[in-house]
Each structure stands twice: as C-alpha cells, then as structure tokens.
C-alpha cells in the first residue's frame, strides 16, 4: 500500500467500508528545542536547518501533534517543537 520508506509502510491496517485505512497510531513524546515561526517558514526547511535533513519534516509534525502540518507554520510569532534528530 505504501512505498518501504514510508512512515506509513509499517503501520496496521484496517478494513472498512470504504476499504482499508491506516489504524491509529499512538505517537510517543518526542524531545525538542522550542522554535519561533519566522513568516515563510516550512517544516521542511526548518528540518533542514536544525537537523541537516529535510525529509524530516513529518518528525516535527509528529512531535507537535498535528494533524495539518501546514498549521504549524501558518502563524509568525507561534512556537513549535524541533526534535533532536
């Protein structure tokens, strides 16, 4: 269903009426450094910066419980949470 190196590849699944869907996973916490939103940051680019690793991104969203990462960077001024890669 997912390619092997997704983040997705090794969770359950679940079959319903629409077909299958991903089961629920429960996130551990994670530790982080607090970061303050700049206008025109990106997940992305912020993993990048911090840890060297772009495609690391869904750790940030992960570590900050979101469900549309796109709300994390949407205003200036918010804090979010970086984990230590």
């Known amino acids: 269903m997912f390619l092997p190196n997704s983040r997705y590849a090794k969770v359950a699944t679940v ?3 629409d077909g299958p869907a991903l089961k629920l996973r429960y996130l551990t916490p994670l530790a982080g450094e607090p970061v303050m939103v700049q206008a025109g940051d990106r997940l992305d680019l ?5 840890n060297g690793d772009a495609t690391q991104f869904w ?3 992960d570590a ?3 469900l ?3 709300t994390l960077t949407a205003e200036p001024g918010d ?3 970086v984990p230590r890669s």
Do not use: G, I
Request: zero cysteines; proline letters at 0%.
């Open 46 to 50: 912020l993993a990048q910066a911090l």
């Open 79 to 81: 804090s979010l949470v």
């Open 64 to 66: 900050n419980s979101a």
């Open 59 to 61: 750790h940030v969203a």
């Open 15 to 17: 079959q319903t009426s």
């Open 68 to 70: 549309d990462s796109r």
